[in-house]
Nanobody
Framework: QVQLVESGGELVQPGGSLRLSCAASGRAFSLYTMGWFRQAPGEEREFVAGISGNGIWIKYADSVKGRFTISRDNAKKTADLQMNSVKPEDTAIYYC???????????????WGQGTQVTVSS
């Protein structure tokens, strides 16, 4: 059984930085794409960033490109999201997910964490 546990969410001021981490257990970590999604109140869950199993392929949503960086450590079975220059519109619950396809589509991810709250406010 795959388990994904996010951590690192908190209240941060606009322009600040935050690092989210996702710890995975279960199936062979390095074989699967890891993704970060977010969901703001009243909004659909949206793709933020994804990284392939070998870490070579990376993609970002346009809204975070140049500010957020996704990374993974296959030995530690973790996937991180470094968030810089955060904005109030980055406020959301952030979820990590694991899937078999290198994709932006939610349906291509079959395991999800419980989420961690990020609030950007002064």
């Amino acid at each position: 059984q795959v388990q994904l546990v996010e951590s690192g969410g908190e209240l941060v001021q606009p322009g600040g930085s935050l690092r989210l981490s996702c710890a995975a257990s279960g199936r062979a970590f390095s074989l699967y794409t890891m993704g970060w999604f977010r969901q703001a109140p009243g909004e659909e869950r949206e793709f933020v960033a994804g990284i392939s199993g070998n870490g070579i392929w990376i993609k970002y949503a346009d809204s975070v490109k140049g500010r957020f960086t996704i990374s993974r450590d296959n030995a530690k079975k973790t996937a991180d999201l470094q968030m810089n220059s955060v904005k109030p519109e980055d406020t959301a619950i952030y979820y990590c997910a694991q899937g078999t396809q290198f994709s932006k589509r939610r349906t291509d991810y079959d395991y999800w964490g419980q989420g961690t709250q990020v609030t950007v406010s002064s």
